[in-house]
Each structure stands twice: as C-alpha cells, then as structure tokens.
C-alpha cells in the first residue's frame, strides 16, 4: 500500500472527494437503518406511558394521532407487590447491590494483578500473563456447576475440607464472587496492556526516590491509570446489569437477592403480566445502562476498541 | 410500597455497606502493613498482595470448575459413576439435541455475518458523513441493553392477535396485515422463528461491528484513498479495492468476537420462547440440563462442547495476528 501514498489532491478534487464521501443516498441509507434500529425500543417507551386499556387494545404508534398518558403502569409495577412476588423496586435495589460490588471488586483485584504482571520481574512472568490472557476464552457455562458446588458445600478432597461451607448460599455474596472472578481475565489483560505503557523512567525514578513497591502503586501507577480504569469500569457496569446467568444461578434463586433481569425473564413467562407491566419494567431496567451509556460513551468504545484489538 | 420490602432491603443495605467498608479497610490495611514492612519482607510480600487475591480466585474459581466441569461430562447425572463418552454420544445423537446442535451452527453462522456486514455498510456511509456521531449513537445503542430487556422489546414487536376483528399491537403483525396477509404467530413457525430471535441479535452487534469498523477506516490513511478517487474509482470499488482490504484484519476479529458471544447467548431463547418450537441453542440446553433437571452429566458435556467450539475460532484468531505482525 506504500505505492499509492501521498498523492497531492488539488482543493477543489478534495472538496469533490468530500461530496462523495458524505453523498446524500449514503447518508440517507445511514439515517433510515438508525431509524429502523431505534424504533423497537421507542415503541416500548411509548407504550409503556399509555394507560393499560390503550396498550392492549391499539398499537403503540396510534398514540400520537390519539395520545393518552398515564404513569401508573410504572407505579404499579415498581411500587405493587403481590403475595408470592415483591414489587420490581426491591429487584431495582438488588441490581444497584450487585452491581457496585461485582464492579468495584475485580477492578481493584485486576489493578493489582496487572501492576505486579507489568512491573515486577520474576520467573513465570509471561508465562502467568499468557495463562491469564488464554483463560478469556473459558465460557462461564464450562465452570458454572462446579463454582456453585463450592459455595453450597464448600471443597473437600479427599475427606480433608479445604474451604468448609461458609453459609453465604441466598445472599449477594457468591453473585460478587462469581462476578469478580469472570471479569478478572479481561480486567487483568486490558489494564495490563495499559500499564505496561508508563514510561520505565518514571517507575525507575521512584525507586530511586526510595518509594517501595507499594507507595509506587499509590502514587505513580494508581494516578496514571484512571483513564483505563474508567474504560474498564463502564464494560464491567453494563456485563453486570444486564447479565441473567450469573444472577439466576449464584442468586440461589432467592427474591431477596434476584437482580431486575432474573424478575423481568420471569414476568415474561408469567401468563399473568401483561403489556403493561412488561413495558414499564422493561424500561425500568434498561434506563440505567442507557444513561451510563450515553454519558459515557466515549470512555465505553475506548475500552471497546482496546478489548477487540487483542494480541 | 409495603413495610415488608423494607423489611428485605434493610439487612441487604447493610450486608452491602458493611461488605464494602470490609472491603477497603482490608486494602488499607494491606497497604499499611506492606509499606511498613522491611525490604526484605517486602520482597515476598508484595507478590501477595498484589498477585495473590487474583491468582487465587482465579485457580479457584475458573481453573478448578473448568477441569471439574471436564470430568463431569464423563460421569453420569449426579457425577458418581463413570460413563465414558455416553454423554458425547448422547449430544450427538439424540433428535432433540441435534436440532439443538442444528440451530447453534445457524446462529453462529447468521449472526456474525448479519452483523458485519450492516456493520460494516454503517460504518462505510457514516465514515466522513457530517453529524453522523447520532446516528451511530442511536445503532449503538442496544449494545447497552440486557439480552432480556431486548427480549421483551423484540417479543413486543412480534407480538400476534389471532383475533381478526381485533387491532394488531406488534409492530410486524401490524404492517403484515396492512399488506393484506393473514396473520402468524411468528414465534411458534420453525425454520423461521430462529431467524427472527437471532434478528434480535444482531440488533444488538451490529453498533458493536460498526464502532470497531469505524475506528479502523479512520486510521486508513487520507492519501490511500484519495489516490484511489483520483484513479476515478467508483464508491463501490474504492470500498472493495481499498477500505476492505485494509480493514481485513479488524474485520476478522470481529466476526470472531461476535461469533464466540453468539455461542455463549441462552439469555434471548430462554426469553423469548423458552427454547420451545425448535429454537433452543447449546447454550440454553445446557442451562436446562444443568439447572432444571439437574442432570450434571449432560450439562457438563454440552458446556464442554461449548468451550471446544470456541478454541478453534480463537487458534485461527491468534494465527492471523501473527501472520500480519510478521508481514509487518
């Protein structure tokens, strides 16, 4: 591709280029697939603002020739428990208390992994890194039974009990875990790739400044880093809000502890909910990643692009 | 609101704060210690604190499940007895999972191609478009979406009224009666309800392929491409001659990428039809062979199936890099 480059365009040939790169068909076709791509999820948000009678009698797009507005669908389905199942407010609250830790702890654990992988020089180094980056590709599915195992009964080998049965079956502390535990490959391999980038001067200069391995890590690598870690933060928030494995398995099946994902999989199967409360609780639980998402969208396609340009 | 939903958030709340303050009181003091400790201490010490929580989890938590979860395909439904290959054979020959088996080929096959290819058109239109930012913005954006809440949005599309004399409220049925046609239950006619469940996907993937895409052929160089204009070649094979080949690689890793996540989906079947009326994948069978009748054997098997699928698509994925760092 060497052959070809720097060829000088004169203005006018480049204004030309320009117009047929932004040709108004190209940008047409573009405007009507975003179109196309948004309306599923418009029509949901439409339809769950419409009184209950509207939704199940006409379709979502007769509201504007024939608008009605109504929040009690929201209301009823946040804030209206019946007597087997709590309203959808307490699993609103379960996905807030799942996701702030399952986000913090990996991030943290990953952060010092990928710091003692980049800096520190041992034998097995590479060798470590390489089993860690090659662990990314065990599907959950392959370790799912045996981890729940462990947290019901504990690990026993051989009638010698290696780690006893700590009772934490039915809260949020084996969905934590089994968070933190998926999201430490990719964690790890991301912010190491990072932090190898910090110039060796700087790390050799704080030695020499008599900062041991540990201030080193507060006050040079952990500053450096936030940018990466940010990235890693916003793809942790949204594979966690919205997973449903994880939250049905390690979640014991309890309702006390199920994430809105596990209640609104359910409510589809209930024969009883209808539209009206589908729509609601399904806008409930995407709003949160939306406005993550769009907030932060830079920050999610820059760790996006680090995580897809792997080698 | 109930005094009983406070009555099951309050221990929650506090189990939350309490966990978190745990947390980084523990990190804290970790910190105090190994800053204190002597150099020599700190030689070892540091491997502890900063590998240690990690690498344990992760033998415990992912290495030791994946070699149990190996053994358990071998063993029979409660894990007692050794079965040899029977659980392999009875994935490969049982009616019900070969069109399991069937209908994963054809996801993995469909949705990542659907997805590059829209994908890639996007990001092409899109590459020097003014205000093109919302319109990636608005493809994008069921990225953030959860596989159920896409589930529900997409059943809503679907959804059917057999009674003529009443109004459609699915989108799709609406339009198709528009059209003069009789009505259909969309998600109880195989082959087509697959395709219409793996439509949701790809709603999904698409904005993932197009802002990895996009990103590529902006670091094609201004000059490549004006001197394909200035050859006078058309948008068409400027595209096919200039940007494709270019992009070659990225466009591998993301059929990769998405192929591997389509393999790993149960959470848009279970929903949607609950793998019923053909259109269960591995994915799902597994989940119901683990979980609901509780059959570790099978389940096991399938998983394992799962992850070898998965190892040929990241060897080739591996090579190609190597090959293009060599050509480099």
């Known amino acids: 591709m060497t052959a070809v480059s720097s060829v000088g365009l004169s203005e006018p040939q480049k204004k030309k280029a320009k117009d047929i790169f932004s040709s108004p068909v190209a940008s047409a076709i573009a405007i009507v697939v975003a179109i196309l791509w948004t309306i599923p999820t418009f029509g949901l948000l439409v339809s769950s603002i419409r009184p209950e009678r509207d939704i199940n009698t006409s379709g979502w797009w007769t509201f504007f020739a024939n608008p009605s507005f109504s929040l009690e669908n929201y209301e009823r389905v946040l804030f209206v428990g019946s007597t087997i199942n709590p309203p959808l407010f307490q699993y609103f609250f379960n996905s807030l208390a799942v996701t702030i830790p399952a986000v913090i702890f990996p991030i943290t654990l990953a952060t010092f992994a990928a710091y003692a992988l980049a800096w520190f020089e041992f034998k097995g180094r590479d060798f470590l890194f390489f089993t860690i980056f090659a662990l990314q590709i065990i599907p959950l599915q392959l370790a799912l039974v045996p981890l729940l195992q462990l947290f019901a009964r504990g690990l026993v080998v051989g009638g010698v009990t290696i780690i006893p049965d700590l009772g934490i079956s039915g809260t949020y502390i084996p969905i934590w875990i089994a968070h933190t535990i998926f999201g430490l490959p990719l964690a790890i391999f991301l912010l190491h790739n990072f932090l190898r980038q910090i110039p060796r001067e700087l790390i050799e200069a704080g030695r020499v400044d008599g900062a041991n391995w540990f201030s080193l890590f507060t006050r040079i690598v952990l500053p450096l880093s936030i940018p990466a870690i940010a990235s890693f933060l916003i793809f942790q928030f949204l594979w966690v809000w919205n997973d449903l494995l994880v939250g049905l398995t390690f979640g014991a099946g309890s309702k006390e502890v199920a994430p809105m994902t596990v209640r609104l999989a359910e409510m589809v199967g209930t024969r009883g909910s209808g539209w009206e409360t589908l729509t609601a609780g399904a806008f409930v639980s995407i709003i949160v990643p939306l406005i993550v998402f769009f907030a932060l969208q830079r920050y999610f396609v820059r760790g996006l692009l680090a995580g897809s340009v792997k080698g | ?328």
Request: proline share 4%; aromatic share 12%; charged share 15%.
């Open chain 2, 1 to 328: 609101m109930g005094s009983e939903v406070w009555a099951v958030i309050a221990p929650n709340l506090l189990l939350l704060v309490v966990s978190l303050l745990v947390f980084a009181a523990a990190i804290y003091a970790v910190f105090l210690i190994g800053a204190r400790a002597s150099i020599e201490r700190q030689e070892w010490l540091r491997y502890v604190v900063f590998l240690g929580p990690a690498g344990l989890l992760l033998l415990v938590g992912l290495i030791y499940p994946a070699i149990r979860t190996i053994i358990l395909s071998f063993m029979d439904k409660q894990g007692d007895d050794f079965v040899g290959f029977q659980n392999y054979i009875w994935a490969f020959t049982m009616p019900d999972i070969q069109i399991v088996l069937r209908n994963t080929i054809v996801w993995v096959i469909l949705t990542p191609i659907l997805s590059t290819i829209i994908g890639l058109a996007i990001a092409y239109m899109t590459d020097r478009m003014k205000r093109g930012a919302w319109v990636k913005s608005l493809i994008f954006m069921p990225m953030a979406i959860s596989f159920v809440g896409a589930s529900v949005i997409w059943r809503f599309m679907y959804s059917y009224e057999p009674d003529p004399n009443r109004p459609e409220i699915g989108l799709l049925s609406a339009i198709w009666r528009g059209l003069g046609l009789e009505g259909r239950n969309w998600l109880l006619e195989p082959p087509l309800n697959t395709v219409l469940l793996i439509i949701v996907l790809v709603w999904i993937q698409t904005g993932f392929a197009m802002v990895i895409l996009g990103a590529a052929m902006k670091n094609i160089p201004d000059d490549v491409v004006e001197a394909a204009m200035l050859d006078g070649a058309s948008n068409w094979r400027r595209f096919s001659r200039v940007t494709l080949p270019m992009i070659r690689s990225t466009v591998v890793v993301v059929l990769t990428t998405i192929t591997i996540a389509t393999l790993k989906v149960f959470d848009i079947v279970r929903t949607m039809t609950g793998g019923n009326f053909q259109t269960n994948v591995v994915a799902n069978e597994m989940y119901s062979q683990a979980f609901r009748q509780l059959n570790y054997g099978q389940g096991s098997a399938l998983a394992v199936i799962l992850f070898l699928a998965v190892v040929p698509i990241i060897w080739y994925n591996l090579r190609q890099l190597r090959i293009e760092r060599t050509e480099r």
